[in-house]
């Protein structure tokens, strides 16, 4: 049954359908017409997407372009160090090493992708290096670390005493069991039994003044994942896809159910089809249910779109799925998705 959820912080309207303040320009309707839009607006998962956001926000705010945005604002959960599921604070794979993954894609189609990227604090950089200096989409293990390298980036050791604390006890047992939320902080992480971890992401989406999408998904990956795994966070058209004629659309949760679906890339496709972003998210959640029905009463997936309009919306498997939204009405809105279970 679905669950109709309830603001987090200030709001008192379903956000799937806001167009709110700060209406500015107007854009062509894929159904005819125009239509005026919210920009700029960058919105973001989690809730530490609020502080990710300002970064951005700082950026489209003074006439920035979305790009910049993106990548400005993953940069802070990628620096912060109690942050256990994205960048320089993540958990490691069950072999003890710190594994980052990231892409970018901006408002002309290009995009940069990092994987299994070990000894640098920031792989959206990385990514968007990929992207505007070589022939290629996706760099991945040593020859993205030697690319990083290369061109100026510093190695540094990413596994914190505090990782390598939540690594040492998870030896003791060896099990694995991903925790549904564990990236809303709101939900505790020192309640959760030292052998428990799940995995997450920041994804984030970006219209700027000229009314230019961009996004941007970044992640350590899944706690204690078998060495070289790699999730649905650095592959186009799954964690991320962004089309300027569309909107954009990101993914966080148990990736490899959301690379069965190409998720993002269906989000994307479905809102080109007419279907607002929580409805196109909804039916993009739907669609796992469908393939692994047993599977999604456990897991949490969730999407994240935001359309040309400026219209955002969300949905996930599990409740507790919070996404962060940033405009020129309120720059710390902080929103609780609706849900199946």
Known sequence: MINRRTFIKTGTIGASMLSVGGLAGACADPRGGSKTVNKPIVISTWDFGVAANRAAWDILDAGGNALDAVEAGVRVP???????????????????????????????????????????????????????????????????????????????????PAGEAAWKAWLKERKYKPVVNIENRSFGVDRLPGNQYNHDTIGMLAIDSNGNCSGACTTSGMAFKMRGRVGDSPIIGAGLYVDNEVGGATATGVGEEVIRTVGSFLVVELMRQGLSPRDACQEAVERIIKKKPETAKEIQVGFLALNKHGEYGAFSLQKGFSYAVCDRQQQDLLLDGESVY
């Open 78 to 160: 990628e620096a912060d160090l109690s942050n256990v599921t994205v960048g320089k604070g993540g958990y490691p794979d069950r072999d003890g090493h710190v594994t980052l993954d990231a892409c970018i894609m901006d408002d002309q189609g290009n995009c940069g992708s990092v994987a299994a990227l070990e000894f640098i604090a920031h792989p959206i950089s990385v990514a968007r290096l990929v992207m505007e200096t070589t022939p290629h989409v996706m760099l991945v293990g040593e020859g993205a670390l030697q690319f990083a390298l290369e061109n100026g980036f510093e190695r540094e050791e990413l596994l914190t």
